[in-house]
């Protein structure tokens, strides 16, 4: 599947929405880690509590929808959630896919990378890659989008 392509505008604009998603994910994710290893002690002691069991499966139930529908969400808006709070938004810069780079808490996008070199690879984004990344490609661009086929990245090797 060919990645959704954003300017840095674009990608900025997405933020309260992502944040907001990746607040719900600090919430139920550890509740999700909490009932497995539950359920795992109780399984691993050989407690046969039925009423204790239901409750930790109902929980576990409810965490998974619930980590499965923020991960869904991410998807969604076609941005890439990494560890730690790091979200990447992907971009173009003279025909070559790059990664424009997040990291919760931050109210905009200041620094972008190659798609290979990741969190370490950050460079910051200059004023003319604010206005000129993405442009022609993304979803919001007003010219025309160019074919998927003219932007070089790791699915095209």
């Not at 994710?29 to 407690?47: I, V």
């Not at 499966?57 to 929808?65: G, K, V």
């Not at 619930?66 to 979200?87: A, F």
């Not at 910051?124 to 003219?150: C, S």
Request: include cysteine; charged fraction near 30%.
């Amino acid at each position: 599947m060919k990645p959704r392509i954003f300017t840095v505008p674009e990608a900025n604009r997405q933020i309260p929405r992502v944040q907001s998603i990746l607040s719900r994910l600090e919430e139920w994710h550890p509740r999700l880690l909490e009932s497995q290893e539950r359920l795992k002690e109780m399984e691993e002691k050989g407690l046969t509590d039925p009423p204790e069991r239901v409750r930790l499966s109902h929980e576990l139930e409810r965490a998974e929808h619930e980590v499965s529908g923020v991960l869904q969400e991410i998807e969604e808006i076609g941005c890439r959630l990494k560890d730690g709070g790091l979200v990447d938004f992907y971009t173009v810069k003279d025909g070559i896919l790059y990664e424009l780079c997040w990291h919760s808490g931050e109210k905009e996008i200041r620094f972008y990378h190659e798609c290979e070199t990741g969190f370490n690879g950050r460079q910051p984004l200059t004023p003319e890659d604010i206005a000129g990344m993405g442009v022609g490609f993304a979803a919001d661009a007003e010219t025309p989008a160019k074919r998927p086929g003219q932007i070089r990245g790791p699915w095209s090797r």
